[in-house]
């Protein structure tokens, strides 16, 4: 990790541990330790709302439901997102937002199950977990009284996973609602209290089809056979990801075509997702995904085609940072090392544009993400919320009782 200049982090962590002997901070602090049964519930009764991608519009309505009984105006924007503000918009806020929308679809069986303080629910973790962070945030600093020099805004974005395709994101930093472009981002995306997300790892993913003529298993044998093009496409491919320097990773996630056993399918199609937190490795790989799948093609007799379905930019938030370095001395100041983290959240996009973005977890301990055995166990959830608010007072500017309220 680089060394930061040790006079710019003594005054980080002087400025942090002010605010957390503030009396407000304090009573939102205790309000988070004394209804850990309520956030549990507001959590469980979030993740039971469906929301697969581009289906997201229930759990929106329900989450500005919870908001309004909160004491926030909010509104749904043209594209599915709840919006927020604490107490203005204005210029240059910080933001901080949750996805919606989970990996699963909407038939996926919702019902909650316990062993001791673990809760058993596809979605609960991802992201039940940064919905119920923001929503409590706003009502614990509500609750205290607490006040602000910035304007700070609440976003529960669509799009995160899956084919959404950050959409919800792009959405909010290509149309803000706020004054201008200059913010800076904190995305609560998931559970743990030492990751600090700030690099962006891009991703790229397709829809590969290969067609022909199909017929009979028997009278029309050996006529050419997407599966077995697909197939040895995927043979081709494989091999060339393994090893690779700079960090890459690639996955076949769906495979479908044919019609039944006895017949010979005139399509087959698969999706695949490359990532990497280098622009330049990520062409690479297009370009080595584009010339096998032709080449099989070509050798099998199917037609083929790609098509790109999702586009994630890579990025990346300096260490040299304000956001970064008040997020390491917040995750210290509640005891914990702090562990800088390449991953693909909704902070890729506003990294992408030159933003300060970061994304964290809102606390508790999670397993078995995006299946569904999912689960989440809120022990050490209040040292979580207690990260993200100190986080947030210092870099919204939080009025202490030491200073006078802003005109």
């Given at each position: 990790?680089?060394?930061?200049d040790s006079?710019?982090?003594?005054?980080?962590?002087s400025?942090?541990?002010?605010?957390?002997s503030d009396?407000?901070?304090?009573?939102?602090?205790?309000f988070?330790?004394?209804?850990?049964?309520?956030?549990?519930e507001d959590?469980?009764r979030?993740?039971?709302?469906?929301?697969?991608?581009f289906?997201?519009?229930?759990?929106?309505?329900?989450?500005?439901?919870?908001l309004a009984?909160?004491?926030f105006?909010?509104?749904?924007d043209?594209?599915?997102n709840?919006?927020?503000?604490?107490?203005?918009?204005?210029?240059n806020p910080?933001?901080?937002?949750?996805h919606?929308d989970t990996?699963?679809?909407?038939n996926?069986r919702?019902?909650?199950?316990r062993?001791?303080?673990?809760?058993?629910?596809?979605?609960i973790a991802?992201?039940?977990?940064g919905l119920?962070s923001a929503?409590?945030?706003?009502k614990?600093l509500?609750?205290?009284?607490l006040?602000?020099?910035?304007p700070?805004?609440?976003?529960?974005?669509?799009g995160?996973?899956?084919?959404?395709?950050?959409?919800g994101?792009r959405?909010?930093f290509?149309?803000?609602?706020?004054?201008?472009n200059s913010c800076?981002?904190v995305a609560?995306d998931?559970c743990?209290?030492r990751?600090i997300?700030?690099?962006?790892?891009?991703?790229?993913?397709?829809?590969?089809r290969?067609t022909?003529p199909?017929?009979?298993?028997w009278?029309?044998?050996p006529?050419?056979?997407?599966?077995n093009?697909?197939?040895?496409?995927?043979?081709?491919f494989?091999?060339?990801?393994t090893p690779?320097p700079?960090?890459?990773a690639?996955?076949?996630?769906?495979i479908?075509?044919?019609?039944?056993?006895n017949?010979?399918?005139?399509?087959?199609?698969?999706e695949?997702?490359v990532?990497?937190g280098?622009?330049g490795?990520?062409?690479?790989?297009?370009s080595?995904l584009?010339r096998?799948?032709?080449v099989?093609?070509t050798r099998v007799?199917v037609?083929?085609?790609?098509?790109?379905?999702g586009k994630?930019p890579?990025?990346?938030?300096?260490?040299?940072?304000?956001?970064?370095?008040?997020a390491?001395?917040?995750?210290r100041l509640?005891?914990?090392?702090?562990?800088?983290?390449?991953?693909?959240?909704d902070?890729?996009?506003p990294?992408?544009?030159?933003i300060?973005?970061?994304?964290?977890?809102?606390?508790g301990?999670?397993?078995?993400i995006?299946?569904?055995?999912e689960?989440?166990?809120?022990?050490n959830?209040i040292?979580?919320?207690?990260?993200?608010?100190v986080?947030?007072?210092?870099?919204a500017?939080?009025?202490?009782a030491?200073r006078?309220?802003?005109?």
């Amino acid at each position: 990790m680089k060394q930061y200049d040790s006079i710019d982090n003594r005054s980080i962590r002087s400025r942090l541990q002010e605010i957390r002997s503030d009396p407000g901070i304090g009573r939102a602090i205790r309000f988070y330790a004394e209804s850990e049964q309520l956030i549990l519930e507001d959590q469980v009764r979030l993740t039971m709302v469906p929301a697969p991608p581009f289906e997201e519009s229930k759990r929106a309505a329900c989450f500005k439901e919870m908001l309004a009984d909160a004491g926030f105006d909010s509104t749904i924007d043209s594209i599915g997102n709840v919006v927020a503000a604490y107490e203005r918009f204005g210029n240059n806020p910080l933001v901080v937002g949750a996805h919606l929308d989970t990996v699963f679809p909407d038939n996926t069986r919702l019902e909650p199950e316990r062993t001791a303080s673990v809760v058993h629910l596809p979605g609960i973790a991802d992201n039940g977990v940064g919905l119920v962070s923001a929503l409590w945030l706003f009502k614990a600093l509500r609750m205290a009284g607490l006040r602000f020099d910035r304007p700070l805004v609440l976003i529960a974005n669509v799009g995160e996973e899956g084919i959404g395709n950050l959409r919800g994101a792009r959405h909010v930093f290509e149309n803000p609602p706020w004054d201008g472009n200059s913010c800076e981002f904190v995305a609560i995306d998931g559970c743990g209290i030492r990751r600090i997300t700030n690099r962006g790892l891009g991703s790229r993913r397709y829809l590969v089809r290969m067609t022909g003529p199909g017929g009979h298993s028997w009278a029309d044998f050996p006529r050419p056979n997407p599966i077995n093009g697909l197939a040895e496409a995927i043979h081709a491919f494989a091999p060339l990801m393994t090893p690779l320097p700079g960090g890459v990773a690639y996955n076949i996630g769906v495979i479908e075509g044919g019609i039944s056993v006895n017949a010979i399918p005139s399509e087959a199609r698969m999706e695949v997702d490359v990532r990497s937190g280098d622009e330049g490795l990520l062409d690479n790989m297009e370009s080595r995904l584009y010339r096998t799948v032709e080449v099989v093609a070509t050798r099998v007799g199917v037609d083929h085609s790609i098509d790109v379905i999702g586009k994630r930019p890579s990025g990346r938030t300096s260490t040299d940072t304000a956001l970064v370095r008040t997020a390491l001395e917040a995750t210290r100041l509640i005891g914990v090392d702090p562990v800088l983290d390449l991953g693909s959240t909704d902070a890729n996009i506003p990294m992408s544009l030159g933003i300060p973005a970061i994304s964290i977890g809102g606390g508790g301990r999670c397993g078995n993400i995006h299946t569904e055995k999912e689960w989440f166990d809120p022990t050490n959830r209040i040292a979580g919320l207690e990260r993200l608010l100190v986080l947030v007072a210092s870099l919204a500017g939080c009025v202490l009782a030491s200073r006078p309220e802003p005109s």
